[in-house]
């Protein structure tokens, strides 16, 4: 989903929430919590957007910010294996 997915979505009350995935070494990911799918959020190419801080995040966000943004630490084993915990 892009930013511009998102904006339309939000608008249209589709969005519940903004995921500010955190990673080891520092890396974040951004994911929009639509119900029960967490649909990453990507740029007009395709690639995973990556926010360097949650400033920073606030930034790219602030035309949604009225949704609410949700720090989400990653599990380990889900990094290092791929495998949601759910599934295990």
Same mark, same amino acid.
């Given at each position: 989903? &892009?930013? /511009?997915?998102? &904006?339309?979505?939000?608008?249209?009350? /589709?969005?519940?929430?903004?995921? @500010? =995935? *955190?990673?080891? #070494? #520092?890396?974040? @990911? %951004?994911?929009?919590? =639509? #119900?029960?799918?967490?649909?990453? %959020?990507?740029?007009? $190419?395709?690639?995973?957007? $990556?926010?360097? *801080?949650?400033? /920073?995040?606030?930034?790219?966000? /602030? $035309?949604?910010?009225?949704?609410?943004?949700?720090? =989400?630490?990653?599990?380990?084993?889900?990094?290092?294996? #791929? &495998?949601?915990?759910? *599934?295990?």
């Amino acid at each position: 989903m &892009t930013l /511009h997915d998102l &904006t339309v979505r939000a608008q249209a009350g /589709h969005v519940e929430a903004i995921n @500010l =995935v *955190s990673l080891a #070494g #520092g890396i974040y @990911l %951004l994911e929009a919590q =639509v #119900g029960a799918l967490a649909l990453p %959020l990507q740029d007009d $190419h395709g690639e995973a957007l $990556h926010p360097r *801080s949650v400033e /920073h995040a606030r930034e790219m966000l /602030h $035309h949604v910010s009225q949704l609410p943004l949700r720090l =989400v630490q990653a599990e380990l084993q889900d990094e290092m294996c #791929g &495998t949601p915990a759910a *599934s295990r």
